[in-house]
């Protein structure tokens, strides 16, 4: 994925999806469909809109590429941690 210039997820349905919030914290850029949890710092496209879908990665990819950021840091793996957390309590 470091080596992306863009990661896109496209759901239908979704949740707080990990590899939006792993893309992120690599510094890459993220296009996902506005549904489910997204974080700060994700485009997002109508769900279900192929050509919202297609523009926002044009604008995305026309601004070139972000900051490459050094890797996840302590604080990204503690907040991944909380996610599985949760997920196991609402599954219990």
Known sequence: MRRSALFVRP????GDAVSVREALALGISVVASATGTR???VVLF???????LA??????LEAGP???A???SKDFFA???GVY??????CA
């Open 11 to 14: 759901s239908l349905a979704d």
């Open 39 to 41: 974080p700060p710092g």
């Open 46 to 52: 109508r769900t279900g809109d192929a050509g919202d």
């Open 55 to 60: 523009a926002k990665i044009s604008r995305v």
């Open 66 to 68: 972000v900051t490459r």
């Open 70 to 72: 050094p890797g996840p």
């Open 79 to 81: 907040e991944l941690l």
């Open 85 to 90: 957390r949760m997920a196991a309590e609402e």
